[in-house]
DNA sequence: GGACAAAGTGCTCATATGAGCAATTCGTTC
DNA sequence: GAACGAATTGCTCATATGAGCACTTTGTCC
């Protein structure tokens, strides 16, 4: 009777697993209460954790998934990848990881370059006092906001430069101009080339990305029209890093526009060191998968339905 | 700075405890990736696991609860306790973990005295082959259906015995007669008190009970109108055991009704060395605690909530 | 029925781990 | 600032545990 055989030895393993785990008596002793010797004992409770029948679970805010991380960083190369479990508050526990990774982040950065934008708001929330002990955060995209959200971009690095005892420099440019000329001129102005300068040095950059649709922060900050905007995605953009868009390969998009741009480079980037790129949820799966493939970041900060989609891939 | 000291130790404690059980690594290793001690380590393991950030769970239809059986078991003074975890299933899963019971009781029964109802035919329907060999089955209180339901009573004995290899002996009367005489000549009959004989040598007992409503099976089979049992409700009635109704305490609500009721008495069953009282779901909490108190059973097999009711009074 | 591969078993031994203890640090109270 | 008790730390040592291996059992194919 090979089924009933197999159902005595699970019905044995559950006993075992309870006599461990809960009433945690050594496997000798289990061995002698239930007639089996301890070696089986062991090994049935090496199976029973295979089999999951005995479940361990970390539940816990800050925990992470150190096995889709390994995942990640393998199979694209990444230094670093940081993978919180799935819960109702994705964005906020996200950024409480960034937060996290920034504070571990050895050596510490004297010069963070960051963006702007909801999630790196988050993260300057989720920051502690002392993450760093004098750092130089600096915009590495232009950061007027036109609209409504007066000062947000600045706040961010503002808080984030107080927390680690340093100062902030902003990026005192538009993230879009309207005419090639104009942005150009900007791009080489003593007080906005000596920003761009200082970001190019960083240790270490924190960025985003947004998604190419008319609820980009872009759009809402007035430099983008929704036309603006339609008529990217017709032109293949998935979304934007650094206030440049981009197309599934990594590539701008409309190279009229990124001229246009007032910021730190993608190619800049991609030579960064540490990049450490931030996203959460499910409609950031594509650009995620940009910026992940197109190796504009060496380290992704996110949750685990975004690392799932990025590994599911042929 | 307290509060952030406890943060500290809190994410490192969940740092270990996933390198721990995720990743398992050595508590050396861990201690030495992150800059602590092993002691330390074990420690905050330890800690980790008695403050529910590490949760180990035993996830299988025939898990138990160990834990809960032993505070059953101290307090009311049983031989043995039987608790199933809650789920969607509790009736099939209490019926299987009773079967379960049944199996590995040793020595084995030679004669198992048995009630009858849904939870019986549950538990015989669980029974494997070959439970016991060659045991007696003899039911111990009246099993004739008047209504529907024809022949279930005897089925399930008939079951249990032959999975068992052995034959069954049913006890050939009413469970409840109308006029004392009758039920004092058939008790009396040489075939019943054959039966009732057999009964009473019985190496251990299994049985439910039910609930004084109209959904009783006793209602359902015929013994008793609607009526019969609201006014046995009104005289105290919490539920019957073996087809005797009971109240809080334990004593029959109606002694005339008991005399007509044929049937192991209950304190042939209050004497037993093994009487197994099966007990599964929220409605019959109440017939539970009475049959506990009041000492009816040597050991109980139900699920979690039922032990918990029956735990949490003062 | 015999031969062979696969699975399972009992064991040795190196290693990982928890209990228990002395030394230290920390926080409080005077 | 001194004195005290409580918590925390690093450690020793006994014990629990998993890896590896020879041996046995089981199942399968000819």
């Known amino acids: 009777m090979p089924s009933s055989a197999t159902a005595d030895t699970e019905l044995l393993t559950v006993r075992i697993a309870e006599l461990y785990y809960d009433e945690n008596k050594t496997q000798d ?42 995942e990640l960083r393998e199979r694209f190369g990444l230094k670093d990848a940081v993978v919180v479990p799935d819960s109702d508050d994705i964005r906020s526990r996200v950024a409480q990881a960034a937060a996290d990774y920034l504070t571990a982040l050895r050596p510490v950065p004297r010069i963070l370059g960051i963006s702007w934008g909801r999630t790196l708001d988050s993260v300057a929330d989720h920051l502690g006092n002392g993450w760093a002990t004098g750092v130089t955060v600096v915009q590495i995209n232009g950061g007027v906001s036109l609209n409504r959200r007066p000062g947000t971009a600045s706040t961010t690095a503002a808080e984030i430069a107080q927390k680690g005892g340093g100062h902030p420099i902003l990026l005192p440019s538009p993230a879009i101009l309207e005419r090639l000329e104009t942005a150009r001129a900007i791009s080489t102005d003593r007080t906005v080339a ?24 872009l759009v809402d900050s007035g430099y983008l029209t929704p036309e603006d905007v339609a008529e990217l995605v017709r032109k293949g953009a998935v979304g934007d890093v650094v206030g440049r868009y981009i197309d599934a390969n990594g590539n701008p998009v409309d190279p009229g526009l990124d001229e246009r741009t007032v910021g730190l480079g993608l190619d800049q980037l991609r030579a960064a060191e540490t990049a450490i ?38």
């Open 277 to 314: 790129f931030v996203v959460a949820g499910e409609a950031k799966h594509d650009i995620a998968r940009t910026v992940v493939m197109s190796r504009l970041c060496s380290i992704i900060v996110t949750d685990e339905s975004t690392a799932a989609a990025l590994l599911e891939e042929q």
């Open 194 to 217: 000596a920003v761009l300068d200082r970001a190019a040095e960083a240790n270490a950059y924190l960025y985003s990305a947004g998604v190419a649709d008319s609820s980009s922060v």
């Open 29 to 70: 002793e289990i061995g002698a209460l239930l007639g089996v010797t301890r070696w089986k004992v062991g090994r049935l409770l090496t199976q029973a954790r295979e089999r999951g029948i005995v479940r361990i679970e970390i539940m816990h805010p800050r925990a992470r998934r150190l096995g889709i991380e390994r």
